[in-house]
């Protein structure tokens, strides 16, 4: 594939444009002929996308989607579609490597394997006599099956602690844990995902209305809604409704757009929920059976009238009007909610008010509504906590952060608060951090607030080990780096609520690279081989899948599996283990008032809470810092901090970019595509501006993840990690909420001015 097919192909992707198998030919790309796979790993995102990969000569020479998957019906990403400039990049790393300098100086030696392994059990076994296996973490990133092979050689190893350096881990589990709380399942946007046939299944319903919040699923949506199913249900006729604080692409083809001050997204919901309530437009029949608590609520929401909501989240009160009454007259209606609910101040409260909004207007469980996903079989290599049973009671009691977050407890979310890592990490109690595998997750350049903190947090461990397709800031610090395969080269299942159950095929290998599962089944055995029966990754695949029914064989000739899917389950007693009617809670209800979290110290109803640092909360810092910040918006080049070094990616987004209202920047004397400082009172980043009339005069928007590939990789530079990366100026460690889920990471004080 050439750039201009390349361009060609991505305009036709971003356009919504089904490309079928024969349609024209690219030197170097055969359509139909290759390995079909699916993308769930390094060099993708967790979306689950079909594709067709076509290698010759062991090299990858082209990808396309596969029309015959229902999930994404042939389309794909532009990350996709530069998939073999990932694969064949000269900077790909291919061999083990062990620092023969000091951390972070970037001299290395190329190892064998068997050298990597024995020296990684060595150092591991070492901590573990003198300190516990309790004192190793564990690191991983964003979903995927990565999940799995993280807890399988913590757990065999007998460590608990397997965490994510991201506060609150604000990131999917705040929007998991509301949702169950309070629905007493997972929920996700009705798009006829569960049918082979998708729209063409006489059960379903295109949704007459969709409300998309904190969400810009054209660009990037992992967490199981594909962006082009929003415009195929346009195209059908639903109305849309868009709440965030950006003009994007679906927001500028909205019905509605609400522009809400970042961070005020609970207070929007109970805005809207007050509307709905006070004009009785309400499913009353729904709310008197299947929910409790609606009178607690009515009470609550009287404080969030349309004309104050409107002051806290400078949305026009016409506006908030005009959307709670679109959404509630609609017949059905669905929420798709994305990351920005997660990173609150208490990542719950805007997930609970929008599981409130579908209760109210009983738009759960039926046809174009929010209905009940859950994987196939219950089977996913994304499972947090898989194995969790080979730790013995003792080193359970010990995961970090369990006995000061009891909702975590009780969800099973069997991970290590990362804020409470951090503070454990510097004072050593209860006990010490001594050691770190970080495996797909590049915290310096990515993830990690306080980056300089946790910099100097890993540079003082006594051993770490990374496994990555290409070298990172995070990496640099490593004792040993592990050469780690993206999809194309792994065999593995997907399985996750509203994707195809599935097989990931390998296509080739790279070098000496080797799978995740491959490396950590191997590290597992050796570290406890009682523990680890499988004699290879196909072997434990077997056993993953054994409630299915199916080996990895079967299931890769069969696959994609659809089992048989039902709406309503809730009114036929699908939903609950004693197969009684009603939805998996104590009260057998949609619980809008939930008595479980108040028995955990949280508000049982849905909470707004003013973001730590904003113009209402802290007004004496305006005069110093005037503009709302808000970042973590996702860009059609990249998943987080991936894919820099990948040259047609590179050259859509070029910069790391801040946008600016041209008002603003007119008074600040900052012309378009110029370099700025963004600082805060925590310290100051680098990036390009982007004058846009698409954010509003008192806010900026800045890019995350920001490291640079081409700089020089040894300290102090790091690739230039600290330069551009929002996170220096973002709130640090120990913001997140009362229940240990959500941070404030979308709502922060600033102030911007040209660099010099």
């Known amino acids: 594939m050439t750039r201009e097919s390349f361009i060609a192909r991505l305009e036709l992707e971003q356009e919504g444009v089904k490309v079928k198998k024969g349609i024209g030919k690219v030197e170097g790309h055969c359509w139909g002929d290759g390995i079909e796979s699916v993308c769930w790993g390094g060099g993708g995102c967790h979306g689950g996308c079909g594709v067709i990969l076509t290698v010759r000569e062991g090299k990858l020479v082209g990808i396309e989607g596969n029309p015959e998957i229902p999930y994404n019906q042939g389309r794909l990403c532009a990350k996709i579609l530069a998939l073999p400039q990932v694969i064949n990049h000269p900077d790909r790393l291919k061999y083990p490597l062990k620092r023969i300098g000091e951390r972070a100086e970037g001299k290395w030696q190329r190892i064998s394997w068997d050298e990597a392994y024995a020296t990684i059990v060595e150092r591991l076994n070492a901590i573990k006599k003198d300190y516990g296996a309790e004192s190793v973490v564990f690191l991983r990133g964003t979903g995927r099956d990565i999940t799995g092979a993280i807890s399988l050689l913590a757990y065999a190893y007998g460590s608990p602690n397997t965490s994510l350096l991201l506060s609150g881990i604000a990131c999917y589990l705040p929007r998991t844990a509301a949702i169950q709380m309070v629905c007493g399942g997972q929920i996700v946007t009705d798009a006829g995902q569960f049918f082979y046939d998708r729209y063409n299944n006489p059960a379903w319903k295109n949704p007459a209305c969709i409300m998309i919040w904190g969400n810009n699923p054209i660009v990037s949506n992992a967490n199981g809604y594909y962006g082009h199913w929003a415009i195929d249900c346009m195209k059908k006729g639903s109305k849309i409704v868009v709440v965030d604080p950006r ?182 109690k209860p006990y010490p951090i001594k050691g770190a595998w970080i495996q797909t997750t590049n915290p310096l350049g990515g993830t990690g607030q306080e980056p300089h903190r946790v910099h100097k947090l890993l540079k003082n461990l006594d051993f770490i080990a990374a496994v990555d397709i290409f070298m990172t800031p995070t990496a640099m610090l490593a004792d040993i780096v592990l050469p780690g395969a993206t999809f194309a080269e792994r065999n593995s299942v997907t399985g996750k609520a509203g994707h195809p159950f599935t097989t990931i095929n390998k296509a080739l290998t790279v070098a000496e690279s080797k799978p995740d599962w491959e490396i950590n089944l191997e590290l597992a055995k050796r570290l406890n081989p009682e523990a680890c029966p499988w004699e290879n990754v196909e072997q434990l695949l077997d056993e993953m899948l054994k409630p299915s029914g199916m080996t990895f064989k079967e299931l890769r000739e069969q696959g994609p599996v659809y089992r048989p899917f039902e709406y309503r389950k809730h009114e036929r007693g699908l939903l609950r283990p004693d197969r009684k009617p009603g939805f998996n809670t104590p009260t057998g209800k949609v619980e809008l008032y939930n008595e479980r979290l108040k028995s955990f110290g949280l508000d049982p109803l849905p909470l707004f809470e003013e973001p730590p640092e904003s113009p209402v909360s802290t007004p004496n810092l305006l005069k110093d810092f005037p503009l709302v910040l808000t970042t973590g918006a996702k860009t059609v080049a990249f998943f987080h901090s991936e894919h820099r070094q990948i040259p047609w990616l590179r050259e859509i987004n070029p910069d790391p970019v801040v946008e600016i209202h041209p008002d603003t920047a007119k008074g600040l004397g900052i012309g378009n595509g110029e370099w700025v400082w963004i600082e805060t009172k925590r310290g100051r980043c680098k990036q390009k501006a982007k004058l846009t009339l698409g954010i509003d005069p008192r806010v900026v928007m800045a890019q995350h993840a920001w490291w640079f590939p081409e700089e020089p990789a040894s300290e102090p530079s790091l690739f230039k990690t600290f330069l551009s990366n929002i996170n220096v100026v973002t709130h640090p460690f120990g913001f997140q909420g009362k229940s240990g889920l959500g941070a404030p990471l979308k709502a922060m004080l600033c102030k911007v001015y040209k660099a010099k």
């Open 247 to 428: 003009l994007t692409w679906i927001a500028a083809r909205a019905d509605v757009w609400l522009q809400l001050r970042p961070g005020t997204d609970a207070a929007l919901g109970l805005g809207l929920l007050n509307v709905i309530i006070n004009e009785g437009l309400y499913d009353e029949e729904f709310v008197q059976k299947w929910t409790f608590g609606f009178d607690e609520l009515r009470k609550a929401v009287q404080a969030y009238r349309p004309e104050k909501v409107a002051e806290i989240t400078w949305i026009p009160e016409e506006k908030i009007r005009e959307a709670a009454r679109l959404y509630a007259t609609s017949k059905s209606a669905a929420v798709e909610m994305g990351n920005a609910v997660d990173m609150n101040k208490e990542g719950l409260g805007a997930t609970h008010a929008i599981q409130c909004l579908l209760a109210i207007t009983g738009n759960i469980d039926v046809p174009g509504g929010n209905i009940f996903a859950s994987p196939a079989f219950g089977i996913t290599a994304q499972a947090i906590g898989w194995k969790f049973e080979m730790l013995n009671m003792e080193q359970r009691k010990k995961l970090i952060g369990i006995d000061r977050f009891p909702l975590m407890r009780y969800m099973g979310y069997a991970m290590a608060s990362p804020d409470i890592l951090v503070e454990q990490m510097e004072t050593g």
